[in-house]
């Protein structure tokens, strides 16, 4: 069984900062991408930011330059920094990875149970 947790949501006023990070434990064999989606009230997932096991990784233009995603492989964790962050920011992050628990088997998407965001002054 494998599980992503989130750390790290809170309350913090916009132009501020704030760092959310995420784990994945259990039977793990690969991790091949991970990142952040993101879930607004009223609105659907969107993709934040995801990093591939080469380190390469991929932003939604509404972040760009603003959030930075990073990896540390070896524990599975995958981090968020968001800087400059803007009311519109406000909504509950969801951790991401794409995982094999086996060799040559393929690999599955996995979901955290999120962790909320608010940017208000």
């Known amino acids: 069984q494998v599980q992503l947790v989130e750390s790290g949501g809170g309350l913090v006023q916009p132009g501020g900062s704030l760092n959310v990070s995420c784990v994945g434990s259990?039977?793990?064999?690969?991790?091949?991408?991970m990142g952040w989606y993101s879930q607004a009230p009223g609105k659907e997932r969107e993709l934040v930011a995801t990093?591939?096991?080469?380190?390469?990784?991929n932003y939604a233009d509404s972040v760009k330059g603003r959030f930075t995603i990073s990896r540390d492989s070896a524990n599975n964790a995958v981090n968020l920094q968001m800087n400059s962050l803007k009311p519109e920011d406000t909504a509950v992050y969801y951790c991401?990875?794409?995982?094999?628990?086996?060799?040559?088997?393929?690999?599955?998407?996995?979901w955290g149970k999120g962790t909320l965001v608010t940017v208000s002054s």
């Open positions: 259990g039977t793990i064999f690969k991790v091949f991408t």
């Open positions: 991401y990875a794409f995982i094999s628990v086996v060799p040559d088997v393929d690999g599955m998407d996995y």
């Open positions: 990093i591939n096991s080469d380190g390469s990784t």
